[in-house]
């Protein structure tokens, strides 16, 4: 119902359905990154790593 | 490099990534400090604790290692604040979902220490005294900073009514915005 839109003040505490919203879309934005996994780059700088690990020892 | 600690940094580097991205809000810098972050941890492994959280170790390795650069950058250029969603706009196709892009956007404008304690707290999956531990402060800062985050995140998307937020609400502003 359209009466049921409610003004929120400023500093008002958040309902714990924008919360969950919010909560919602941060989790999103971070699991499209999370979701990317390993690239190349990192894969490639730890082997390098433990070559030149082995290599000293 | 023993084959536990290789394993563990590797489950660890998607969610470092994430971080590292929210905190300076450009991918390739992100990556840089992820590759500097592996090469300090893995050169003071020494210092790591066995049996404690590896994961928030190297977070915490990241975190102090963005803030002590981050510093001596503002100190050569004049760095605003407006420079992080300056950097989210020139990379947006490397963010992921476009219709995120709102949310992304309000999260560059939160001040620094706000960002990092929601996005610990909220995404990364530490609990409070996890993220006050990475952030070097009291678990009641992390409590409020986080709450502070979630308010001004609620004020700068201007959410008077929950049916006016999420994809929905995005799709029509960009329908509205861009005829074609």
């Not at chain 2, 090469?39 to 102090?64: D, E, V």
Request: aromatic share 6%.
């Amino acid at each position: 119902m359209q009466a049921a839109i409610d003004q929120k003040k400023p500093g008002a505490k958040l309902s714990r359905e924008i919360q969950a919203k919010l909560g919602q879309q941060l989790r999103a934005v971070y699991d499209d990154v999370v979701n990317q996994g390993v690239p190349d780059r990192f894969a490639a700088l730890l082997e390098q790593l433990d070559k030149s690990d082995k290599g000293n020892s | 490099m023993d084959p536990a600690v290789r394993q563990a940094v590797l489950n660890a580097i998607p969610s470092l990534r994430a971080f590292a991205i929210s905190l300076c809000g450009n991918v390739d810098r992100a990556d840089d400090l992820v590759q500097e972050t592996m090469l300090r941890a893995l050169a003071n492994i020494h210092s790591f604790q066995p049996g404690t959280n590896m994961s928030a170790w190297l977070f915490t390795i990241l975190r102090n290692h963005f803030r002590s650069e981050y510093r001596k950058r503002r100190r050569e250029v004049e760095d605003t604040d407006g420079s992080y969603a300056e950097s989210l706009k020139s990379h947006p196709e490397q963010q992921g979902h476009v219709e995120f892009n709102e949310f992304r956007e309000a999260l560059a404008k939160l001040p620094p220490d706000q960002r990092e304690a929601l996005i610990l707290v909220g995404a990364s999956g530490f609990s409070y005294e996890e993220a006050a531990n990475i952030c070097g402060c009291a678990v009641g800062t992390i409590k409020s900073r986080v709450n502070r985050a979630r308010t001004r995140l609620a004020e700068l998307m201007s959410i008077d009514n929950v049916d006016e937020f999420g994809p929905d609400h995005t799709t029509r502003a960009v329908l509205a915005g861009g005829d074609r």
